[in-house]
């Protein structure tokens, strides 16, 4: 990269990276334009809709450690101070933006050996981990009274939290608009160093940088989509205080809690590419699962089913490239909120000259 900083700078995606690198340079003072396919305000599941809305917001570096790696876990305790730091710089909202009540892992009683199998795997991955405790019937009462009172053993991973995100997603939003970002939506791009490709032609920058997620894909060929489908559902019947992981030979199921009585239940994990509607199967297996966690669930209302793609690596392991005049980052897979931190701090530090990139060992690979 030249040694001036940019002054104009094309962010491509107003997805989860999109929206917080434009919301951090914007702020530094440099003018950011945001290129979005689609709606910069999606309200409603829509084809093509950022995986950010989608997802269930966990910030979960020991659950995930579990299926992926030490990198990922140590990317995610970044994120468990930063996602704070950088909502303390938002206006205060009547909801919480982020919860910090840690999670539950839970099995049944056949089910145990799953339980044990998910400890061993952490301990593989980190290895002396003290991060969890073991819970027994009483703890899981205590943390979760409103949980079916036949879960006799559990692990409570007290550090993990969660993003409201979807009102994350609108809050910052907002503020991009507040501070002067130029907004370009419905405006599919393409990038190039230096310069952004629209339908209507070309345009310069100083610096381009690809947050397109799966967009991006005819450019990034080793890119793929990962299909997850998620059930939303409101009661107010039962009361949960942190997300709730249940163990399972053929499915895992989280259910999160999500402000006014809602809570969302994902999520399907399936080597496809297919946008369409949640399947029938998958909606009775969520659906089935959630009712033995408790069948206060029973009569939830079902208010939204939604399906996305997460766009991943063949490793699933995220990517930051930095180019003269293009920086893309991409594959956050199933961890954008658990990484979305290391990733922004490490463009960060590339464009601010930053001597030691954050996270370079993991993130910038060609
Ligand atoms: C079911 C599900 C559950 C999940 N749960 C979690 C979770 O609990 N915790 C967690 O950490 N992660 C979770 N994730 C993962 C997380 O959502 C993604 O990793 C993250 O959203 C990726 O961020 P991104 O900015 O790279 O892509 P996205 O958020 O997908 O944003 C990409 C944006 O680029 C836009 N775009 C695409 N093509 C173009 C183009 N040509 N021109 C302009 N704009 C374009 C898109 O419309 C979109 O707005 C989940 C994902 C799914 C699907």
Redesign the pocket.
């Known amino acids: 990269m030249t040694n001036t900083l940019p002054t104009t700078i094309a962010v ?7 929206r917080l690198l434009a919301w951090q340079l914007q702020k530094s003072d440099i003018q950011v334009t945001l ?4 709606s910069f305000t999606p309200d409603t599941p829509q084809t ?5 809305f ?7 570096p020991l659950s995930e450690a579990v299926v992926s790696d030490e990198g990922v876990y140590r990317m995610g305790i970044f994120a468990l101070q930063q996602w704070p730091a950088w909502f303390a710089q938002l206006p205060a909202t009547t909801e919480p933006l982020f919860f910090n009540n840690g999670s539950l892992v839970v099995a049944h009683h056949q089910d145990t050996s799953e339980l044990e199998q998910f400890e061993r795997e952490l301990g593989f991955v980190l290895p002396g981990c003290k991060g969890y405790q073991h819970v027994n019937q009483h703890d899981i009462h205590q943390l979760e009274p409103d949980l079916h009172s036949n879960f006799h053993t559990g692990l409570f991973l007290s550090e993990e939290g ?1 993003v409201n995100n979807r009102e994350f997603m609108r809050l910052i939003g907002d503020e991009l608009l507040k501070l002067g970002t130029r907004i370009r939506e419905f ?4 990038t190039y160093p230096g310069k952004i490709v629209t339908e209507a032609g070309e345009e310069y920058f100083d610096l381009v940088i690809d ?6 894909k005819k450019q990034l060929r080793n890119l793929r989509g990962v299909r ?3 059930l939303h559902v409101e009661t107010k019947e039962i009361h949960l205080q942190r997300p709730v992981r249940l163990m399972h030979p053929r499915y895992q199921l989280y259910v ?1 809690p999500k402000p006014n009585h809602r809570f969302m239940i ?2 399907t994990q399936i080597e496809s590419e297919d946008r369409s509607p949640m399947t029938l199967q998958s909606s009775l297996e969520l659906s089935s699962a959630l009712y033995t966690l408790s069948p206060a669930f029973a009569e939830a209302r079902i208010i939204e089913m ?1 399906t ?4 991943a690596f063949m490793d699933n392991l995220p990517k930051v490239d930095v180019q003269d005049g293009l920086i893309v ?2 594959g ?9 931190p290391a990733v922004v701090e490490n463009v960060l530090a590339h464009i601010f000259k930053k001597p030691e990139a954050v996270f370079s060992a993991l993130l910038n690979q060609h």
Do not use: K, W
Not at 35 to 38: L, M
Not at 48 to 52: G, K, L
Not at 211 to 216: D, H, P, S, Y
């Open positions: 491509a995606g107003a997805g989860l990276l999109g290129f979005e396919s689609g093509n809709r950022a995986a950010a989608t997802a269930a917001g966990m910030v979960a969660h405006s599919p791009v393409e947050c397109r997620g799966l967009g991006a997850g489908e998620t999160v994902g999520a939604d996305n793609l997460r766009p980052a991409n956050l897979f199933r961890h954008g909120y658990l990484l979305a």
